[in-house]
Nanobody
Framework: VQLVESGGGLVQPGGSLRLSCAAS????????MSWYRQAPGKERELVAT????????NYADSVKGRFTISRDNAKNTVYLQMNSLKPEDTAVYYC?????WGQGTQVTVSS
C-alpha cells in the first residue's frame, strides 16, 4: 500500500492550494479516504473525509466552507482544495486510507 501526497507549499493568507494523494496497493474505490493535519506541538487532527462511492463528505468545523475534499476513483486519487487559507492552517497534511498513511506534505501559510 502506498499513499503519496503532493501539492503543499508556501502561500500567503487568503490564498489557495490543492493537495493530491495518489493511492496504490488497495482497492481505492472501496474505502473511505481522509485528510488529516498536524501542526507543530499539536496532535494530528481530522480535516475532511469522503466516502467510497457516494462521495459524502465531512469536515472539521475549522475548515468548513473553505476546504473541499473530492476523489477520482478512476485515478485512485483524493484531493483537498484549500481556499481562504489562514496562518492557523499551517501544518503537515496527511492522507489516510485503509488504515495507511502517506508521508505528508507541508503547507505553510504566511506573509
Amino acid at each position: 500500500v502506498q499513499l503519496v501526497e503532493s501539492g503543499g507549499g508556501l502561500v500567503q493568507p487568503g490564498g489557495s492550494l490543492r493537495l493530491s494523494c495518489a493511492a496504490s496497493g488497495f482497492t481505492f474505490r472501496s474505502y473511505v479516504m481522509s485528510w488529516y493535519r498536524q501542526a507543530p506541538g499539536k496532535e494530528r487532527e481530522l480535516v475532511a473525509t469522503i466516502t467510497s462511492v457516494g462521495g459524502s463528505t465531512n469536515y472539521a468545523d475549522s475548515v468548513k466552507g473553505r476546504f473541499t475534499i473530492s476523489r477520482d476513483n478512476a485515478k485512485n486519487t483524493v484531493y483537498l482544495q484549500m481556499n481562504s487559507l489562514k496562518p492557523e492552517d499551517t501544518a503537515v497534511y496527511y492522507c489516510n486510507g485503509w488504515g495507511h498513511w502517506g508521508q505528508g506534505t507541508q503547507v505553510t501559510v504566511s506573509s
